[in-house]
């Protein structure tokens, strides 16, 4: 077997989907995950389901030992793990104040904890693997919202995808004798099925919350459906971005991506500019 063989989380809808399709017509080998694997092989492309490069797993990101097993499985099947795409994850709407612990640490397990199982039961494979010229990938699907905590009622959302930032760009340290490379890919709004089902309210809102109440009904009514990203290209985006012989630490996908980027780096810029006396003055002066 030559061609490389790609393990993806989420792949039974939208971008992960997508990627799960893509990598198919193009002869890679992919192990694709699910919660539900029935519904997973009736939303794959029908010519696939037979597919030898296929394989549906069911798995449970928020049990260790679930990953654990999809990982020995793919192995069990393909040999090895060239790339990992870890794409699962959901957006728990709501403030802080508004939100359960429950939908706090859901939001966590799901967006983090998922993660980090599925590199930490990887990792001994992909520290042998060969096979890759440059070495496995690591890409972490992450999202602006994890550089730009500027969306009112997305705070917690915000912070699992921060956390993945700061996971990965530590990771890519980590694995830097073994060849291995860690990337996040920070999507803007790509038009898929995340707001119809990737998207979580608040249990208990609170109504004094009126411009997140607000928030949370524009994404619903002139949002959804309008995104300007195409999910399609956005795919073919991450798997060159895969097997490009030196990828980026940080993939920004799509110019609404790019534009809050470069709005929170001018904020940084102005925030150092500012503060800088004062930062300075802070070291011992012996």
């Known amino acids: 077997m030559s061609q490389k063989v790609f393990y993806i989380t989420g ?12 990598l198919l017509e193009r002869g890679f080998s992919v192990a694709a995950t699910s919660r539900n694997k029935q519904q997973l092989s009736k939303s794959v492309n029908s010519k696939f389901i037979t597919n030898e490069n296929f394989l549906p797993l069911e798995v449970d ?5 679930s990953v654990k097993k999809s990982i020995e499985e793919t192995l069990s099947k393909f040999s090895r793990i060239d790339v990992i795409i870890n794409n699962a994850g959901y957006l728990q709407c709501g403030t802080i104040e508004e939100l359960t612990d429950k939908e706090v640490r859901d939001n966590f397990e799901c967006n983090v904890f998922g993660v980090i199982y599925v590199i930490r039961n990887a990792l001994p494979h992909l520290r042998t ?10 890409i972490n699907i992450s999202s602006i919202a994890g550089y ?68 949370e009904e524009i994404h ?4 959804n459906g309008n995104q300007p990203g195409d999910p399609e290209k956005g795919s073919k985006a991450i798997i060159d971005h895969a097997l ?24 940084i810029q102005n925030s150092l500019k500012l503060n800088f006396d004062i930062s300075i003055k802070t070291d011992f002066t012996n």
């Open 244 to 267: 490009s012989d030196n990828p980026s630490k940080n993939l920004f996908l799509g110019s609404d991506s790019i534009r809050y980027a470069n709005t929170k780096i001018e904020s």
């Open 148 to 215: 730009t905590g500027g969306f009112p009622g997305f705070s917690i959302y915000s912070a699992t995808k921060f956390a993945l930032e700061g996971l990965t760009e530590g990771l890519n340290e980590d694995l830097k004798e073994f060849g291995i490379h860690a990337s996040t890919v920070l999507p803007g709004y790509f038009r898929t099925s995340f707001f119809d089902s990737g998207y979580n309210l608040p249990s208990n809102p609170i109504k004094e919350y009126t411009t997140v109440r607000k928030v």
């Open 129 to 138: 693997n060969k096979f890759f010229a440059n070495g496995p990938r690591i």
């Open 11 to 22: 792949a039974s809808k939208g971008l992960g989907l997508i990627l799960t399709n893509q």
């Open 220 to 223: 619903e009514s002139q949002i």
């Open 61 to 65: 990101l928020t049990s260790d030992e």
